[in-house]
Every structure is written in C-alpha cells, then in structure tokens.
C-alpha cells in the first residue's frame, strides 16, 4: 500500500469521525435530554430503568426551545449531507447530491407529517434548519475538498 492511500485513508477516517459520527453522537444525547415525549427516548428509559434522565423544560427558555424543535434537523442534515460527500466522492457532482438529498428526505418528512401519515407536526423551519446544515456541510466539504487537492 502506498504512503499517500495510507494518509488518504486516514484523512477520510479523520472526516467521518469529526463530520459524521461525532455531530450524530452529541444529536443522539440531546435527543435525548430534550425530547422526554418521543417514543424512542421512552423504549430507551425503559432500558435505562436505574438512570434517572433529566427533566428539561424547554418552552420556558427560547435556546432550549430552539435546540429541541430546530438544532436536530440542523444537525442530520449537516451529519448527513458529510456521509453522503464520504459515500459519493468520485461522482462528478457530489456537492449537489450532499446539498440536495438531506433537504428533500426532510421536506418529504415534512409534507407526510403535514397529511398525517407519519408522526409529528409540520414545520416549515425543520426544512430551513435542514436547509443551513446540509449549507454548512457543503461549505465543509469545499474546505476540505481545497485542502487535499
């Protein structure tokens, strides 16, 4: 194996891990502390029955308001519009691919809680958060895309 596939394979373990799996990771814990209503965070208290979660309230703090109805989608999006740049690389588009998949499975998301067929309420501002964190990906990937070439 060449030095250079060496210090690329590294590089795009550095990427995933700091793009990817980290922002997932601190969205996964906030998900947590902050959405007590979710059935998904209740399945994992009932696992966890000896830990007592925190009780957040968030509706009387406009931060904390703002990170449990919008940061989550910001933070997907960015994670995943980053996984999709890891996945589609060689393709002679990739940024257009990041920036446009995260925001279109969020707007579908959007539009099947808008007619009730999946659980939720209906925000145009999930798509806008998810809009700003695939953006930031994408300038991300610009970065490092100048970076390594």
């Known amino acids: 194996m060449k030095t250079g596939t060496v210090t690329k394979k590294k590089s795009l373990i550095t990427y995933s891990i700091a793009f990817v799996i980290i922002p997932m990771l601190i969205g996964a814990i906030l ?3 902050f959405c007590s209503d979710v059935w998904f965070v209740k399945m994992i208290d009932g696992c966890l029955w000896q830990i007592k979660r925190p009780s957040v309230d ?3 703090n406009p931060l904390l308001r703002f990170i449990r109805y919008y940061a989550f989608d910001f933070i997907w999006a960015f994670a995943m519009t980053n996984a999709l740049f890891i996945v589609v690389n060689n393709n002679t588009k990739p940024i257009l691919i990041c920036l446009t998949i995260p925001v279109a499975l969020g707007g579908a998301m959007e539009i099947l809680q808008l007619l009730g ?3 939720g309420t209906s925000d145009i501002l999930d ?8 953006t930031l990906g994408v300038i ?3 970065y490092f895309r100048r970076l390594y070439t």
């Open 127 to 134: 798509v806008v958060a998810e809009g700003l964190g695939s």
């Open 140 to 142: 991300i990937i610009n």
């Open 31 to 33: 998900y947590y502390i």
């Open 58 to 60: 968030v509706l009387s």
């Open 117 to 119: 067929i999946a659980q």
